[in-house]
């Protein structure tokens, strides 16, 4: 034993341990503002099939959650690694320093399911003494590690531009020094996109998880001449209590707290030393420590100001067997002593600093004097005896009962408000949040922050204070995302290129497709990896924006051991953006379209691979094709059949081909004053450009949309198209069967300004279906005015499970189209009354054409209204964004039954031998019949154009442009138009003069490097 102050004992030492880099180990856990004890290894994550470690959230406490799926995935640099296993510190496949813990959780993506699995790994770094440099400026921490001249070579540091930022600073293996900035943010760490608990944890990930750069990883720290303590520390001058529902933290009177960041508007974010507590505190009621007190002030277990008599009385009056506190030491000044209590007397050990800003006790040593007592409540201190409860300073628990005359402090505080953490807010709102392929996707709340290029997110506007997660948009690129990704529209996502080569992705979803540009602009504008070379202002420039157009045609002998239901996914400098549907066979047909528009000129290549659909989670790439743009003719479509490329050995075995269609255009924008003469064209052009713009009828019919909505004239436009449709037609029972323009446009325009109804109308029902988990045969009770209803839904006899009682499924059927029709029916007054005036159009025109069809009126609107616009977002619930994962196949069969009865009904007709199985919904096709009939007579009741107040916004000149560039791509058609006789011919020639005019100016412009 060794002898310790007034002659207390010491327990023994335990053998010393080693650090990984060969040093002696300091034991315990460090101070809560450096580290916590755990970090849970990243899971993969990426845009294609390779899988990279990161982090991108968790709880800070406990660190970000990893999840492999069941299947091997492939890791940048690494073995596969498959579900169970253990991931060592060098990120390769092994048994050691890894925790494998039993949480599992199953989730779906397009009716797959996933296992994510939880690994957790200890992360060690050497103490912050011996690489944290306090502020220092770049060119100090360059010359340090000069100095240190060893590859690996590492220091953190406050940064002398960003006060409340740090800079990670390396030596490279070419002796070059790169810095990289940290975010602190409310006791966060943020480097890239990942995010760490702590600066400790960052040193540790980087030193055995990942790379910082490309193959290397942190290895040596550089120590500060001296020793740095920056952590601001402050004192409470008076008690508060919380307000309820908030970030903030309550305190008394004389509790200490370490400042993590000083917020807008005295707000600060701390963690109180007594209890460990993060949160918001305001700067009225504390006051700033001086560097000489006592560091340790603030802990529950440190007495400053007691003598060892006080102590020794203490602990016997206030304390119990194993409780214990802390002072300093008498006879040693700047030492301490560690009074214990046990059944006999109070024992007494010394604790001695070391220059290393280490602790040691009886020959042990120890990161703080926290990691001391950490040990010894595992480990006996004495023969029998751990440490317990510590004994709290007498004067915290009294003060919160003292009176306090401060209530002029107390209201200026509630005045204050949170709203003002964040500078130079450019954009905040909700959007739909996703984390990777296969998550599920969050309501979440975002902040854009100007200053620093921040995104940051939030579980909800009201909680606006510590984020959920943080995105550094200066080391991102923003990518468009298909419909076909996700099965949902609006949607984008944000790419973080880490610096060793690695990256990761966020996907975002707007609820229309006007909120998904508008951040998307947004962000492009703060993304630095994007960022060019500025212009100069100049009044004569040409904007320059790029859009690519893939038609994935078909494949050809694809190997058999390896295709049986092949899709495509598509990528755009390695970032998927798209997939195709599967398709069976070995030469499988697709013929799938995709447009992206507005592409940053970064982009420049695009590749197609091949995966083989399956019932695994993850079906990996196997075949594929990469095309650079440079190849393209800017303008000319081209349609060739490429040889593919294997991702696996095949063997001698012949990968086959793919033919693809694309098109690479570079639209030339002009300022928009320059486009006036197109604004006069006469209704005679848009009937031409109808009539040549067959395959780009769609293009046509959103340019269309955009320019007269813009104008506000999208009713005239409508309107004239739709006559001219029916006047052209013969037959009523054809009318707009068919996919022209007119129809085309009435479908956009509905999607574009119905959506609230379509909520209003379908979400409640279709949420209800979505919560029946269970196969047909089970029974979900709900309650849709109806006593026990089941939404297992069955009534196709093919479709039927043993012993299912046919019966209770029609009952249900009926009782789900019920409560949806009802609401459908009391949903009519929230259509746009714009979009209503043209049902009334239609009605009309239709009565005059067919004015002995008494049907027409009615059918004609529930053409649009149910086909094209309702039963599609009943069928597909997730084109709405009214549900945000895919239903199962119980609901999804169900969803399809409801579709199919109310499209009956709307059309006014029962069903027949074709489908005899849903016969059992005639009774109700028969009775609802009239109510249906006057639900769409109501609907186009609004006999007056009315005056609109929406505020539609477009990049006009864009659009402009892209009606002008389709006028030169289909000048040929039109001309040849032109000399034809007719009413048109005037028009024509009027519009081709425009068409050449506006080619001319475009040479008067100077071309633009920027594509904004």
């Known amino acids: 034993m060794i002898a310790t102050e007034d002659g207390g004992e010491e327990p023994e030492p335990a053998p010393p341990e080693t650090r990984a880099d060969g040093a002696g180990q300091a034991e315990g856990s460090r101070p809560a503002f450096w580290s916590k004890p755990r970090t849970r290894l990243p899971g993969p994550v990426s845009a294609t099939d ?72 200890s992360l060690t770094s050497p103490p912050p003494n011996q690489w944290y440099h306090g502020k220092l400026d770049r060119t100090m921490a360059e010359e340090r590690l000069q100095v240190a001249r060893s590859p690996g070579s590492y220091l953190i540091r406050e940064s002398d531009r960003r006060p409340g930022s740090f800079v990670l600073s390396f030596l490279s293996m070419t002796y070059v020094v790169s810095h990289f900035r940290i975010i602190a943010m409310c006791g966060d760490y943020y480097i890239g996109g990942r995010r760490f608990s702590s600066l400790s944890d960052l040193i540790g990930y980087y030193s055995y998880i990942s790379c910082l750069l490309k193959g290397e990883k942190l290895l040596s720290p550089v ?38 960041n000083e917020l807008e508007d005295g707000w600060m974010w701390v963690t109180n030393v007594r209890t460990e507590e993060q949160g918001l505190i305001v700067e009225d009621l504390v006051e700033e420590v001086g560097k000489e007190e006592d560091p340790h002030e603030g802990k529950i277990w440190y007495h400053g100001k007691i003598s060892k008599k006080e102590a020794y009385n203490l602990l016997m009056t206030a304390g119990q067997v194993s409780s214990f506190l802390v002072r300093p030491s008498d006879s040693t000044p700047g030492d301490y002593a560690l009074f214990f209590r046990t059944n006999e007397n109070i024992q007494r050990f010394k604790i001695c600093p070391t220059p290393n800003n280490q602790y040691m006790m009886g020959g042990r040593y120890h990161t703080s004097i926290d990691a001391i007592i950490d040990h010894y409540r595992r480990e006996q201190i004495v023969e029998g005896y751990y440490l317990k409860d510590p004994v709290p300073v007498q004067h915290q628990q009294q003060v919160i009962m003292d009176a306090v005359d401060s209530k002029d402090i107390y209201i200026t505080i509630r005045q204050k408000t949170k709203g003002a953490f964040y500078k130079n807010i450019v ?64 949607c984008f996502q944000v790419v973080v290129h880490h610096f060793s080569d690695e990256q990761y992705i966020f996907y975002f979803a707007g609820e229309t497709p006007e909120q998904a540009q508008d951040w998307m602009k947004c962000l492009q504008t ?13 009044n004569k420039r040409l904007r320059q924006v790029s859009s690519l157009l893939l038609t994935v045609q078909e494949a050809h002998k694809l190997p058999s051991k390896y295709f049986t239901n092949a899709y495509c996914n598509i990528y755009l400098n390695s970032v998927q953006v798209a997939k195709t549907q599967a398709r069976e066979g070995q030469n499988p047909v697709w013929t799938e379209e995709f447009i992206f528009d507005d592409l940053s000129s970064e982009i420049n290549r695009f590749e197609i691979s091949l995966s083989n659909k399956t019932k695994k989670s993850k079906e990996n790439d196997i075949l594929f094709m ?37 098109r690479y255009s570079m639209e030339k924008i002009m300022p928009e004053e320059e486009y006036n003469d197109f604004k006069e064209v006469e209704f005679h052009v848009i009937n031409a450009l109808a009539h040549v713009c067959g395959q780009d009828r769609t293009l046509l019919a959103s340019v269309l949309l955009r320019i007269f909505r813009h104008e506000k004239q999208e009713a005239p436009l409508l309107r004239a198209l739709n006559d001219r449709e029916i006047s052209m037609e013969e037959e009523a029972t054809t009318l707009f069967r068919a996919t022209t323009l007119a129809s085309t446009l009435m479908e956009q325009y509905m999607k574009a300004t119905a959506t609230q109804f379509v909520h209003h109308a379908l979400k409640d029902t279709i949420l209800k279906i979505m ?28 479709k039927l499970e043993k012993n299912e009682d046919v019966n209770l499924n029609l009952s249900t059927l009926l009782s789900i189209v019920s409560e949806l029709v009802e609401k459908i029916f009391m949903a009519a007054e929230i259509l746009p009354p714009t979009l209503r005036f043209i049902y009334g159009c239609l009605q009309e025109s239709v009565q005059q054409k067919w004015p002995n069809n008494s049907t027409m009126r009615t059918r004609v609107v529930s053409g649009f209204v149910f086909l094209r616009l309702i039963c599609p977002a009943i069928i597909n619930p997730r084109i709405f964004n009214i549900i945000t994962d895919p239903p199962s196949q119980t609901a999804s069969r ?19 031998a074709k489908e005899p199985y849903m016969e059992g919904v005639n009774s109700f096709i028969k009775s609802n019949k009239d109510r249906m009939i006057l639900f769409l007579d109501k609907l186009g009741n609004v006999p007056e154009l009315p005056d609109t107040t929406e505020h539609f916004t477009t990049d006009l000149a864009r659009d402009l442009a892209a009606l002008h560039e389709l006028c030169i791509s289909h000048s040929d058609e039109l001309r040849t138009l032109s000399n034809e006789r007719g009413v048109q011919q005037h028009v024509l020639k009027k519009l081709l003069a425009i068409t050449e005019l506006l080619q001319q100016r475009q040479g008067h412009y100077a071309p633009s490097n920027s594509n904004r």
Request: charged share 25%.
């Open 223 to 260: 120590a500060p001449p001296e020793p740095v303590e920056h952590r601001k520390r402050v004192r409470a001058i008076l008690p508060y209590t919380k307000v309820p529902d908030t970030h903030e933290i309550s305190f008394l009177k004389g509790d200490m707290f370490i400042v993590h």
């Open 626 to 662: 990469r095309c650079l743009l440079c190849r393209l003719q800017r303008g000319q479509m081209i349609d060739e059949w490429f040889l593919l490329s294997s991702h696996v050995p095949l063997k001698g075995i012949e990968p086959g081909s793919l033919r693809v269609r694309a």
């Open 50 to 121: 390779s899988a990279v470690y990161s982090l991108v959230g968790g709880d800070p406490k406990t660190g970000p959650t990893s999840y492999f799926p069941r299947e091997g995935s492939r890791a940048s640099g690494c073995p596969t690694v498959g579900a169970g296993s253990r991931v060592s510190l060098d990120g390769c496949c092994t048994a050691q320093d890894c925790e494998v813990r039993s949480a599992k959780k199953e989730y779906e993506e397009d009716g797959q399911e996933y296992e994510e699995e939880e690994m957790v790994i």
């Open 427 to 490: 954009k905040k709102g909700y959007l739909l949040f996703n984390k990777g392929k296969g998550k599920r996707w969050k309501n979440m709340y975002f902040i854009l922050e100007g200053n620093d290029s921040q995104l940051i997110y939030f579980e909800s506007e009201k909680r606006a204070a510590k984020p959920k997660g943080l995105i550094d948009l200066s080391v991102c690129s923003v990518y468009g995302v298909h419909d076909s990704m996700f099965g949902r529209p609006n």
């Open 771 to 798: 919560e029946c988990k269970q196969s047909c045969e089970q029974q979900l009770w709900l309650h849709i005015n109806y006593p026990k209803i089941v939404l297992s839904v069955c009534l196709n006899p093919s």
């Open 894 to 912: 169900t969803l399809t039954l409801v579709a199919k009865a109310v499209q009956n009904l709307a059309n006014l007709v029962e069903f027949g």
């Open 526 to 538: 703060f993304c630095n990896h994007l960022k060019k070379p500025t212009q100069p202002p100049s």
